[in-house]
């Protein structure tokens, strides 16, 4: 399953600079496409769809047609407190960066380079990229991971391989690498211990949505993105 998802995404960015390069501008190398944080998000979206599609048709051959009950969604009555859990995640661990090595410079500040660039990354980053990577990980992956090494085992796991996924974002810089595992952890012990992928989605979000909420504030409403890195 991991490897048809990274063909996925590296496929439909590869198909979504092709289609962005035939319509907007034949004229220059398509490679320039390529590099466009837009074309990027947009061919990430187009595979997370697909790869959704491909984990719902395989949960619901194996559970009956019961896809919500088998990757426990089960949304939670109290759900501002995993909001707030997500906003506290973020101000306990982000803080971390300045006491932690960091580079100066990483393949994700490109995303950040224009406001509309900004704008764009904040928005998937958001609202589409923790529904995919909770139902990946935390409903899909971390069951299985469960069932076969148990309740510890699954969580560290589950935590190393989602680290793992931003690591060529984040230069493999353990630092950074470091607080992504521990949101890792957060989130799989408490979709674990709540039984509830719901809920992980919100705390998600959250905590992404802080985090782009302060660059905003930093950065004078994505205005002045010379400030990103200072």
Same mark, same amino acid.
């Given at each position: 399953? +991991? $490897?048809? &998802? !990274? !063909?996925?995404?590296?496929?439909?960015? $590869? =198909? &979504? +600079? @092709?289609?962005?390069?035939?319509?907007?501008?034949p004229s220059n190398p398509w490679t320039d496409s390529l590099k466009s944080p837009g074309v990027i998000v947009a061919g990430q979206l187009v595979a997370y769809v697909l790869i959704l599609m491909l984990m719902y048709t395989l949960v619901r051959n194996h559970s009956s047609g019961r896809v919500l009950e088998s990757i426990r969604w089960n949304w939670p009555i109290n759900w501002t407190l995993y909001l707030a859990a997500g906003i506290g995640l973020a101000i306990v661990l982000v803080p971390l960066g300045n006491v932690l090595p960091m580079p100066k410079n990483v393949p994700i500040d490109e995303f950040f380079r224009t406001a509309r660039d900004a704008y764009v990354l904040?928005?998937?980053?958001?609202?589409?990229?923790?529904? $995919?990577?909770?139902?990946?990980?935390? =409903? $899909?992956? @971390?069951p299985v991971v469960a069932r076969r090494l148990g309740f @510890?085992?699954?969580i560290v796991i589950t935590a190393i391989l989602f680290a793992s996924i931003h690591a060529t974002q984040l230069k493999y810089s353990w630092g950074p690498v470091l607080i992504i595992f521990l949101v890792g952890i957060a989130l799989t012990t408490v979709r674990a211990l709540k039984k509830s992928l719901s809920a992980t989605i919100l705390m998600h979000m959250a905590y992404n949505g802080t985090i782009f909420i302060s660059t905003y504030i930093a950065t004078d409403g994505f205005r002045h993105m010379e400030k990103f890195n200072q």
């Open positions: 399953m +991991a $490897f048809i &998802t !990274f !063909f996925t995404v590296i496929a439909c960015i $590869f =198909g &979504t +600079a @092709y289609v962005a390069h035939a319509r907007f501008s904040s928005l998937f980053g958001v609202l589409f990229a923790p529904v $995919f990577e909770e139902v990946f990980f935390r =409903g $899909f992956l @971390y @510890y085992p699954a």
